[in-house]
Protein backbone atom coordinates (compact mmCIF):
# COMPACT_ATOMS: atom_id res chain seq x y z
CA UNK A 1 0.00 0.00 0.00
CA UNK A 2 1.18 3.66 -0.42
CA UNK A 3 2.18 5.46 2.29
CA UNK A 4 2.43 9.20 2.69
CA UNK A 5 5.64 10.92 4.19
CA UNK A 6 4.72 14.35 3.60
CA UNK A 7 2.51 17.04 2.26
CA UNK A 8 3.13 20.66 1.39
CA UNK A 9 1.40 23.00 0.47
CA UNK A 10 0.98 27.14 -0.03
CA UNK A 11 -2.28 29.43 -0.56
CA UNK A 12 -4.27 26.55 1.45
CA UNK A 13 -7.20 28.41 3.83
CA UNK A 14 -5.38 29.90 6.71
CA UNK A 15 -2.44 27.91 6.54
CA UNK A 16 1.10 29.33 6.65
CA UNK A 17 3.44 29.60 3.45
CA UNK A 18 4.83 25.89 2.84
CA UNK A 19 3.07 24.30 5.46
CA UNK A 20 4.20 21.31 6.19
CA UNK A 21 2.50 17.81 7.70
CA UNK A 22 5.34 15.32 8.34
CA UNK A 23 4.11 11.48 8.43
CA UNK A 24 7.62 10.27 9.55
CA UNK A 25 8.87 9.66 12.72
CA UNK A 26 11.78 11.98 14.26
CA UNK A 27 13.17 9.94 16.55
CA UNK A 28 14.94 6.37 16.80
CA UNK A 29 12.97 3.55 16.82
CA UNK A 30 13.19 0.79 18.57
CA UNK A 31 12.10 -2.86 18.50
CA UNK A 32 9.06 -2.71 20.74
CA UNK A 33 7.98 0.34 19.28
CA UNK A 34 7.36 -1.99 15.75
CA UNK A 35 4.63 -3.90 18.04
CA UNK A 36 2.72 -0.38 19.22
CA UNK A 37 2.62 2.67 17.96
CA UNK A 38 5.42 2.85 14.98
CA UNK A 39 4.74 1.25 11.34
CA UNK A 40 7.36 0.34 9.07
CA UNK A 41 7.26 1.48 5.72
CA UNK A 42 10.62 -0.13 4.58
CA UNK A 43 13.93 -0.29 6.38
CA UNK A 44 15.33 2.53 8.42
CA UNK A 45 11.76 4.05 7.43
CA UNK A 46 8.83 4.34 9.66
CA UNK A 47 5.80 6.39 10.30
CA UNK A 48 2.90 5.72 12.73
CA UNK A 49 -0.22 4.23 13.24
CA UNK A 50 -1.36 6.98 14.95
CA UNK A 51 -0.61 10.72 14.52
CA UNK A 52 -2.31 13.23 17.12
CA UNK A 53 -2.95 16.84 16.83
CA UNK A 54 -3.59 18.92 19.87
CA UNK A 55 -3.79 23.28 19.83
CA UNK A 56 -6.11 25.15 21.49
CA UNK A 57 -9.44 26.51 20.17
CA UNK A 58 -9.68 27.73 17.06
CA UNK A 59 -6.02 27.06 16.50
CA UNK A 60 -6.57 25.17 13.42
CA UNK A 61 -6.46 21.37 14.31
CA UNK A 62 -9.60 20.78 12.09
CA UNK A 63 -8.03 22.86 8.86
CA UNK A 64 -4.96 20.44 9.24
CA UNK A 65 -7.67 17.36 8.93
CA UNK A 66 -8.94 18.63 6.24
CA UNK A 67 -5.72 19.13 4.02
CA UNK A 68 -5.23 15.73 5.25
CA UNK A 69 -8.39 14.37 3.95
CA UNK A 70 -8.29 16.68 0.87
CA UNK A 71 -5.46 15.35 -0.41
CA UNK A 72 -6.00 11.24 0.33
CA UNK A 73 -9.37 11.99 -1.50
CA UNK A 74 -7.08 13.52 -4.58
CA UNK A 75 -4.80 10.74 -4.85
CA UNK A 76 -7.13 7.92 -5.21
CA UNK A 77 -9.57 10.04 -7.05
CA UNK A 78 -7.86 12.09 -9.09
CA UNK A 79 -9.82 15.08 -8.44
CA UNK A 80 -9.86 18.01 -6.00
CA UNK A 81 -13.57 19.07 -4.76
CA UNK A 82 -14.31 22.90 -5.10
CA UNK A 83 -14.75 25.15 -2.48
CA UNK A 84 -13.86 28.60 -3.44
CA UNK A 85 -13.01 29.27 0.15
CA UNK A 86 -10.14 27.39 0.36
CA UNK A 87 -8.02 29.49 -1.90
CA UNK A 88 -6.23 32.25 0.31
CA UNK A 89 -5.11 32.94 -3.72
CA UNK A 90 -6.13 31.87 -7.33
CA UNK A 91 -3.89 28.93 -6.69
CA UNK A 92 -3.27 26.22 -4.29
CA UNK A 93 0.55 24.58 -4.63
CA UNK A 94 0.37 21.29 -3.26
CA UNK A 95 3.38 19.10 -2.90
CA UNK A 96 2.89 15.25 -1.84
CA UNK A 97 5.78 12.52 -1.05
CA UNK A 98 5.01 9.19 -1.01
CA UNK A 99 6.20 5.63 -0.61
CA UNK A 100 4.79 3.22 -3.15
CA UNK A 101 6.55 -0.25 -4.08
CA UNK A 102 10.25 0.30 -3.13
CA UNK A 103 10.26 4.14 -4.77
CA UNK A 104 10.04 7.30 -2.59
CA UNK A 105 7.28 9.41 -5.16
CA UNK A 106 7.65 13.43 -5.58
CA UNK A 107 4.70 14.84 -6.79
CA UNK A 108 3.71 18.47 -7.13
CA UNK A 109 0.53 19.98 -8.69
CA UNK A 110 -1.01 23.22 -9.32
CA UNK A 111 -4.67 23.42 -8.27
CA UNK A 112 -6.75 26.43 -10.22
CA UNK A 113 -9.33 28.62 -8.31
CA UNK A 114 -12.17 28.83 -10.83
CA UNK A 115 -12.32 32.39 -12.02
CA UNK A 116 -13.17 32.05 -15.36
CA UNK A 117 -17.22 32.39 -16.44
CA UNK A 118 -16.96 28.45 -17.99
CA UNK A 119 -15.49 27.31 -15.12
CA UNK A 120 -17.25 28.97 -12.57
CA UNK A 121 -19.43 25.81 -11.84
CA UNK A 122 -17.37 22.99 -11.48
CA UNK A 123 -17.07 20.50 -8.75
CA UNK A 124 -13.70 20.16 -9.07
CA UNK A 125 -10.86 22.13 -9.28
CA UNK A 126 -8.79 22.66 -12.40
CA UNK A 127 -5.79 20.89 -12.56
CA UNK A 128 -1.81 22.44 -13.60
CA UNK A 129 1.44 21.87 -13.92
CA UNK A 130 1.71 18.43 -12.64
CA UNK A 131 5.13 16.97 -12.25
CA UNK A 132 6.24 13.68 -11.03
CA UNK A 133 9.57 12.48 -9.65
CA UNK A 134 10.84 8.88 -8.53
CA UNK A 135 13.76 7.37 -6.54
CA UNK A 136 14.23 4.05 -6.14
CA UNK A 137 14.18 3.98 -2.27
CA UNK A 138 17.87 3.19 -0.35
CA UNK A 139 17.66 1.57 3.39
CA UNK A 140 21.14 2.57 3.76
CA UNK A 141 19.88 6.53 3.00
CA UNK A 142 17.03 6.07 5.25
CA UNK A 143 14.85 9.26 5.81
CA UNK A 144 16.98 11.52 3.60
CA UNK A 145 15.82 9.49 0.69
CA UNK A 146 13.54 12.51 1.38
CA UNK A 147 16.57 15.40 0.78
CA UNK A 148 17.38 13.54 -3.17
CA UNK A 149 14.54 15.42 -5.00
CA UNK A 150 17.45 17.92 -6.25
CA UNK A 151 19.91 15.18 -7.42
CA UNK A 152 19.48 13.95 -10.70
CA UNK A 153 21.44 11.05 -10.97
CA UNK A 154 18.95 7.93 -11.02
CA UNK A 155 15.53 9.77 -10.63
CA UNK A 156 12.83 9.41 -12.89
CA UNK A 157 11.06 12.93 -13.79
CA UNK A 158 7.59 12.67 -15.84
CA UNK A 159 5.60 15.37 -16.54
CA UNK A 160 1.66 14.43 -16.19
CA UNK A 161 -0.85 14.94 -19.11
CA UNK A 162 -4.07 14.85 -17.56
CA UNK A 163 -6.91 14.18 -20.41
CA UNK A 164 -9.65 16.17 -18.32
CA UNK A 165 -9.06 19.70 -17.03
CA UNK A 166 -10.38 18.65 -13.96
CA UNK A 167 -8.61 15.23 -13.64
CA UNK A 168 -5.54 14.66 -12.40
CA UNK A 169 -2.62 11.91 -13.88
CA UNK A 170 -1.62 10.49 -10.63
CA UNK A 171 -4.50 8.33 -10.40
CA UNK A 172 -3.26 6.06 -13.04
CA UNK A 173 -0.03 5.11 -10.73
CA UNK A 174 -1.56 5.35 -7.20
CA UNK A 175 -5.35 4.07 -7.81
CA UNK A 176 -6.55 2.11 -4.99
CA UNK A 177 -3.18 1.71 -3.31
CA UNK A 178 -4.36 3.98 -0.50
CA UNK A 179 -7.65 3.90 1.09
CA UNK A 180 -9.27 6.43 3.79
CA UNK A 181 -12.24 7.06 6.05
CA UNK A 182 -12.92 10.42 8.02
CA UNK A 183 -15.26 11.02 10.95
CA UNK A 184 -16.38 13.96 12.14
CA UNK A 185 -19.38 15.04 14.81
CA UNK A 186 -22.00 15.43 12.50
CA UNK A 187 -22.80 11.79 11.54
CA UNK A 188 -25.93 12.71 13.58
CA UNK A 189 -27.39 15.75 11.34
CA UNK A 190 -29.98 17.21 13.30
CA UNK A 191 -30.88 15.07 16.51
CA UNK A 192 -33.62 18.01 17.59
CA UNK A 193 -35.25 17.44 14.08
CA UNK A 194 -34.62 13.99 14.19
CA UNK A 195 -32.49 13.81 11.16
CA UNK A 196 -29.93 10.98 11.16
CA UNK A 197 -27.48 9.93 8.19
CA UNK A 198 -27.40 6.93 6.62
CA UNK A 199 -23.63 6.28 7.57
CA UNK A 200 -25.20 4.80 11.19
CA UNK A 201 -27.36 2.36 9.86
CA UNK A 202 -25.04 1.79 6.63
CA UNK A 203 -21.88 0.68 8.89
CA UNK A 204 -23.88 -1.22 11.35
CA UNK A 205 -25.85 -3.30 8.46
CA UNK A 206 -22.64 -4.06 7.18
CA UNK A 207 -20.96 -5.26 10.40
CA UNK A 208 -20.32 -8.58 11.97
CA UNK A 209 -23.66 -8.46 14.21
CA UNK A 210 -21.79 -10.06 17.22
CA UNK A 211 -19.41 -7.87 17.36
CA UNK A 212 -21.61 -4.85 16.96
CA UNK A 213 -23.51 -5.79 19.52
CA UNK A 214 -20.95 -5.69 21.84
CA UNK A 215 -19.45 -2.74 20.55
CA UNK A 216 -23.12 -1.68 21.78
CA UNK A 217 -23.03 -2.53 24.95
CA UNK A 218 -19.29 -1.35 25.71
CA UNK A 219 -21.38 2.36 25.13
CA UNK A 220 -24.42 1.15 27.11
CA UNK A 221 -24.36 -2.12 28.69
CA UNK A 222 -28.50 -2.00 29.07
CA UNK A 223 -28.57 -2.61 25.01
CA UNK A 224 -28.52 -6.08 24.37
CA UNK A 225 -28.32 -5.58 20.87
CA UNK A 226 -30.01 -3.21 17.60
CA UNK A 227 -30.48 -5.32 14.37
CA UNK A 228 -30.66 -3.22 11.02
CA UNK A 229 -31.04 -4.37 7.58
CA UNK A 230 -32.16 -2.75 4.09
CA UNK A 231 -35.93 -2.28 5.69
CA UNK A 232 -37.44 0.67 7.36
CA UNK A 233 -37.29 -0.68 10.67
CA UNK A 234 -34.74 -1.68 13.14
CA UNK A 235 -34.57 -4.42 15.66
CA UNK A 236 -34.06 -3.26 19.66
CA UNK A 237 -33.74 -5.11 22.50
CA UNK A 238 -33.21 -4.25 26.06
CA UNK A 239 -31.91 -6.70 28.74
CA UNK A 240 -35.03 -8.25 30.63
CA UNK A 241 -37.35 -6.67 28.41
CA UNK A 242 -38.84 -7.71 25.18
CA UNK A 243 -37.63 -7.20 21.73
CA UNK A 244 -39.31 -3.73 19.85
CA UNK A 245 -39.52 -3.14 16.62
CA UNK A 246 -38.98 0.56 15.85
CA UNK A 247 -39.09 2.51 12.15
CA UNK A 248 -35.36 3.38 11.95
CA UNK A 249 -35.89 7.40 12.57
CA UNK A 250 -37.66 6.01 16.01
CA UNK A 251 -34.45 5.32 17.17
CA UNK A 252 -33.38 8.84 17.39
CA UNK A 253 -35.94 9.47 20.54
CA UNK A 254 -34.30 5.96 22.18
CA UNK A 255 -30.46 6.40 21.96
CA UNK A 256 -28.51 9.48 22.78
CA UNK A 257 -26.50 11.04 20.28
CA UNK A 258 -23.14 9.87 21.95
CA UNK A 259 -24.35 6.57 21.73
CA UNK A 260 -25.08 6.92 17.80
CA UNK A 261 -21.73 8.43 17.39
CA UNK A 262 -19.77 6.03 19.57
CA UNK A 263 -21.08 3.18 17.71
CA UNK A 264 -20.23 4.41 13.97
CA UNK A 265 -17.26 5.44 15.29
CA UNK A 266 -16.33 2.00 16.50
CA UNK A 267 -17.24 0.17 13.83
CA UNK A 268 -15.86 2.56 11.16
CA UNK A 269 -12.58 2.01 13.16
CA UNK A 270 -13.05 -1.54 12.94
CA UNK A 271 -13.23 -1.24 9.07
CA UNK A 272 -10.75 0.86 8.49
CA UNK A 273 -8.12 -1.50 10.54
CA UNK A 274 -9.24 -4.50 8.57
CA UNK A 275 -8.92 -2.83 5.42
CA UNK A 276 -5.59 -0.71 5.99
CA UNK A 277 -7.34 2.62 5.89
CA UNK A 278 -6.35 6.33 7.34
CA UNK A 279 -9.16 6.38 9.76
CA UNK A 280 -9.41 10.73 10.06
CA UNK A 281 -11.24 11.68 13.19
CA UNK A 282 -11.82 15.00 14.42
CA UNK A 283 -12.33 15.67 17.59
CA UNK A 284 -11.91 11.98 19.01
CA UNK A 285 -13.39 12.88 22.70
CA UNK A 286 -16.69 14.18 22.12
CA UNK A 287 -19.57 12.07 23.92
CA UNK A 288 -16.93 9.50 25.02
CA UNK A 289 -15.52 8.17 28.07
CA UNK A 290 -11.59 8.41 28.88
CA UNK A 291 -10.84 4.69 29.10
CA UNK A 292 -13.36 4.23 25.42
CA UNK A 293 -10.80 6.52 23.89
CA UNK A 294 -7.80 4.77 25.13
CA UNK A 295 -9.19 1.26 23.96
CA UNK A 296 -9.52 2.50 20.46
CA UNK A 297 -6.28 4.33 20.06
CA UNK A 298 -4.63 0.71 21.65
CA UNK A 299 -6.75 -1.17 18.85
CA UNK A 300 -4.64 0.70 16.23
CA UNK A 301 -1.39 0.57 18.00
CA UNK A 302 -1.45 -3.58 18.68
CA UNK A 303 -0.08 -4.70 15.40
CA UNK A 304 -1.50 -8.19 16.24
CA UNK A 305 -4.59 -6.54 16.04
CA UNK A 306 -3.58 -3.47 13.44
CA UNK A 307 -2.19 -6.26 10.83
CA UNK A 308 -2.88 -4.29 7.58
CA UNK A 309 -0.94 -1.02 8.77
CA UNK A 310 -3.98 1.09 9.38
CA UNK A 311 -3.10 4.55 10.66
CA UNK A 312 -5.12 6.82 13.05
CA UNK A 313 -5.05 10.06 13.17
CA UNK A 314 -7.12 12.50 15.31
CA UNK A 315 -7.52 16.20 16.82
CA UNK A 316 -8.28 15.92 20.63
CA UNK A 317 -8.60 18.88 23.17
CA UNK A 318 -8.66 16.25 25.72
CA UNK A 319 -4.59 16.26 26.36
CA UNK A 320 -4.78 12.94 28.75
CA UNK A 321 -5.14 11.33 25.99
CA UNK A 322 -1.56 12.14 24.71
CA UNK A 323 -0.25 10.28 27.68
CA UNK A 324 -0.72 6.89 26.29
CA UNK A 325 1.48 7.97 23.48
CA UNK A 326 4.69 6.81 23.95
CA UNK A 327 6.56 8.53 21.11
CA UNK A 328 6.72 12.67 21.56
CA UNK A 329 7.18 12.59 17.65
CA UNK A 330 3.84 10.97 16.97
CA UNK A 331 2.08 14.71 18.45
CA UNK A 332 1.97 17.67 16.68
CA UNK A 333 0.64 20.81 17.80
CA UNK A 334 -1.36 23.24 15.73
CA UNK A 335 -1.17 27.17 16.41
CA UNK A 336 -2.77 30.23 14.90
CA UNK A 337 -0.78 33.76 15.15
CA UNK A 338 -1.74 36.39 13.19
CA UNK A 339 -4.53 34.60 10.96
CA UNK A 340 -1.86 32.35 9.94
CA UNK A 341 -2.32 28.35 11.23
CA UNK A 342 1.59 26.77 11.88
CA UNK A 343 2.09 23.38 13.12
CA UNK A 344 5.04 22.04 15.42
CA UNK A 345 5.90 18.58 16.39
CA UNK A 346 6.10 17.95 20.22
CA UNK A 347 9.73 16.72 19.77
CA UNK A 348 10.52 20.57 18.27
CA UNK A 349 10.06 21.61 22.40
CA UNK A 350 12.63 21.50 25.16
CA UNK A 351 10.39 20.23 27.32
CA UNK A 352 10.76 17.63 30.71
CA UNK A 353 10.73 14.56 30.35
CA UNK A 354 9.67 13.56 33.67
CA UNK A 355 6.44 15.29 33.38
CA UNK A 356 3.77 13.50 31.98
CA UNK A 357 2.42 15.60 28.25
CA UNK A 358 -0.60 16.56 29.27
CA UNK A 359 0.68 17.89 32.52
CA UNK A 360 2.95 19.98 30.07
CA UNK A 361 -0.11 21.43 27.86
CA UNK A 362 -1.82 22.60 31.10
CA UNK A 363 1.25 23.94 32.22
CA UNK A 364 1.39 25.74 28.92
CA UNK A 365 4.67 24.61 27.69
CA UNK A 366 4.01 24.82 24.45
CA UNK A 367 1.49 28.02 24.40
CA UNK A 368 -1.93 26.35 23.86
CA UNK A 369 -3.82 28.20 27.00
CA UNK A 370 -6.58 30.39 26.93
CA UNK A 371 -5.21 34.09 26.25
CA UNK A 372 -5.49 35.02 30.00
CA UNK A 373 -5.37 38.61 29.12
CA UNK A 374 -8.83 37.94 27.02
CA UNK A 375 -10.48 35.64 29.52
CA UNK A 376 -10.10 38.95 32.00
CA UNK A 377 -11.76 41.04 29.34
CA UNK A 378 -14.45 38.83 29.35
CA UNK A 379 -14.74 38.40 32.84
CA UNK A 380 -14.82 42.78 32.70
CA UNK A 381 -17.24 42.85 30.06
CA UNK A 382 -19.80 40.00 31.97
CA UNK A 383 -19.61 42.60 35.18
CA UNK A 384 -20.67 45.04 33.19
CA UNK A 385 -23.61 43.51 31.41
CA UNK A 386 -24.91 42.31 34.69
CA UNK A 387 -24.11 45.45 36.44
CA UNK A 388 -25.77 47.77 33.05
CA UNK A 389 -29.18 45.40 33.92
CA UNK A 390 -29.31 45.84 37.75
CA UNK A 391 -29.83 49.34 37.02
Not at 9 to 27: I, M, Q
Amino acid sequence: MLKLLNIKVNGYKLLEDNFTFDFLTRTKVLEADLEKEVLKIDNVLYSFRTLAIVGGNSSGKSTVLALILKTIDFLSSGRWVYVENEFKFNTINLSINFYLDGYIYFYTVNLLKNNSENDRNNLYAIIDKETLFRKKYSKAKGKKNLDTVDDATDVTVTYLQNSLKDTSAIINLVKDNILVDAFTNNNVIDFNKGLLSNSFYNILNNSNPELASSIIKLLDDSIEYIKSDSSDYVKFKRYNEEEKVFKKIELISILSSGTFRGIELYLRAIKAIKTGKVFIVDEIENCFQKNVVFNLIYLFNDAKINKKNAQLIFSTHYTEILDILNRQDSINITHKNNGKISIKNLKDYDIRVELSKSKQFDNNTFNTSINYQQLMEVRRNLINELHSNND
